[in-house]
Every structure is written in C-alpha cells, then in structure tokens.
C-alpha cells in the first residue's frame, strides 16, 4: 500500500511532539542544577553556587542541537532516546567548554555585583559585562560545534573565536539569546528558560546554520558529520 503523503497537519504535530518530548528530556537533564537553585538565596555572594547549579545547562542544551540535527530533514519522532544519546556522547566535550566558561562568567559577575560596594570605577564594571557578552558568545558557538562535530577542544575554542567574527549575524543571534536569557533572570523569570529550552536549543541550531555549513565544507570530509545513530 503506497504511503500518505504528509499533510501540514501531520508536520505540524510531529513537530510539536519533538519540541515537547525534547523539553521533557532537557528538564530532566537539568533537574539537579534546579532543585540546587531552589535551596539559594537571590544574593550575590551565592554567584558561585549559581554557576555551579548551571553546570548542568550545558550538556543539556548540547544535545538537544545534537538531537535536532540529527533530526534536520527527517520525519523520525524518535526523541527521547536521541536526546540521551547526544548527552552521553557530547558530555566530556561539551563539559571541558562549559566549565571554564562558567568559571570566567562567574568571576567577572562577582567583579559586576560587588564592584560599587568595592568602589571600583564603574568603567571596569562596564569592561566585565563587555567580556561576560564575548565570553557567552563564544561559548554558545563552541556548544554548537561541539554538538555536530568531533573536533579537539583546543580546535572547537578556535572555530569558536575564528566565527565570533565570520560569521557576524550568528554572533548577533547568540547575543540575542544572551539578553533574553540574561533580562528573565534578573526580573524573576528564570524558570521560563528551563520551560524553553528545547527552542533555545533549535534556536540555536538555526542561528548557527551558516557556521555548520562553513565548518562542514573547510574542516571534514563528511557532509553531514554527527548524524545520531
């Protein structure tokens, strides 16, 4: 019997269900770093504790780039056990570029929250959210390369640098995400990131398409490098 073509209907349940089973997954990855949260007070000398109950974020929003694009162009709703696939695989590479970002992120805000009580110029305080923006993009760009390929991670730093540049319109897309993600948990929204991670996540991915694409065509031999099993 031949198969029914696909309505829009039927793709736009489809995706629905992969956006919804992909956020399952992801609060489920990031379920120690939330309930770590809860036990904080929102006070700057718990900066630290913050940015430790965050080290779980990265690995989390990595596979779900890892899973979508796995998923790019298929009609698979198979989600659940890709996401979990792409976490495993990923974890050591994605954790040796979240972790150090987490700690310079995490010193430059105490530098941010206590320079006024320290009477520091507020110029450097301005020069440390400078390098906080920098610091973040180029991490949401090293999480993307790290995702859909298998690169060192001296050589994923560098690709990360090298696009900050390159490719300046994901730049400012991943800047985007900054603010959003930066202005929900300074009012008191942060619990809208955890709920919209998995569109962080394709985001992401989408934002980053020309820089895949680049990478792809100079630096491998495979058109379509990490594919999921």
């Not at 110029?121 to 440390?128: H, L, Q, T």
């Not at 949401?140 to 560098?158: E, G, Y």
């Not at 985001?203 to 680049?214: E, G, H, I, K, P």
Request: hydrophobic residues 65%; aromatic residues 10%; charged residues 10%.
């Amino acid at each position: 019997m031949a198969r029914m073509p696909r309505t829009a209907f039927d793709r736009i349940t489809g995706t629905v269900y992969r956006m919804l089973v992909a956020e399952l997954a992801f609060l489920a990855a990031v379920a120690p770093g939330i309930l770590g949260m809860l036990f904080l007070q929102p006070h700057p000398s718990n900066i630290p504790l913050y940015a430790l109950c965050l080290v779980p974020l990265g690995p989390a929003l990595a596979a779900v780039i890892g899973t979508f694009r796995a998923l790019d162009g298929s009609h698979d709703l198979v989600v659940w056990p890709r996401f979990w696939r792409a976490w495993w695989r990923d974890l050591r590479d994605v954790l040796l570029v979240w972790v150090p970002a987490l700690v310079v992120l995490t010193v430059l805000a105490i530098n941010v929250a206590f320079a006024a009580a320290a009477g520091v110029d507020p110029i450097f305080a301005v020069i440390a959210i400078v390098l906080a923006a920098v610091v973040g993009v180029l991490t949401l760009h090293a999480l993307v390369i790290a995702a859909v390929f298998s690169f060192r991670t001296r050589d994923v730093a560098r690709l990360a640098l090298m696009y900050l540049v390159a490719k300046p319109l994901a730049s400012v897309g991943a800047l985007a995400v900054l603010i959003v993600v930066a202005t929900a948990a300074a009012t008191g929204f942060a619990w809208l990131i955890a709920l919209a991670g998995s569109l962080l996540g394709v985001f992401l991915l989408a934002n980053s398409r020309a820089m895949v694409a680049d990478i792809t065509a100079r630096f491998t031999d495979e058109p379509n490098p990490r594919l999921a099993e």
